[in-house]
């Protein structure tokens, strides 16, 4: 039984070192790490229900998953070729685009969780 725990627990060891590397390196991740620190925060302070955690929560992951993998993309597209290629550059394109879906949704539900939450504090 510790020895299946200690494989699990090895089997994490390379997924903790890409997002400890994505953190380090790239700074689109580290400001979406930073806004869900500050949303985090906004979140306690304002005592947020059960639902509304897990909705941002989602949202937030969303997000940080897409950013990721937009980060392996390139990374990868980068190493194919370093020239400037059109099917590269739709495949980087595409991977930004759902980046930004995902922080325009995460922003959506933001919205909907915080306004009212603002709106009654003025």
């Not at 890409?18 to 500050?38: E, M, S």
């Not at 304002?46 to 980060?71: D, R």
């Not at 306004?115 to 003025?122: A, H």
Request: charged share 15%; net charge positive.
């Amino acid at each position: 039984m510790i020895r299946w725990l200690l494989a699990l627990f090895r089997s994490f060891v390379p997924a903790l070192a890409g997002l400890c590397w994505a953190l380090r390196t790239q700074r689109n991740l580290q400001v979406h790490a930073a806004a869900v620190v500050i949303v985090t925060a906004a979140g306690l302070w304002l005592g947020m229900q059960a639902w509304e955690w897990c909705a941002v929560l989602l949202a937030a992951g969303l997000v940080l998953t897409a950013e990721l993998l937009n980060t392996a993309v390139e990374v990868l597209a980068d190493r194919v070729s370093c020239e400037r290629e059109e099917a590269i550059r739709r495949v980087k394109d595409a991977a930004a685009a759902a980046v930004l879906v995902a922080a325009l949704i995460a922003a959506t539900v933001g919205l909907i969780v915080f306004l009212p939450k603002f709106w009654r504090l003025f």
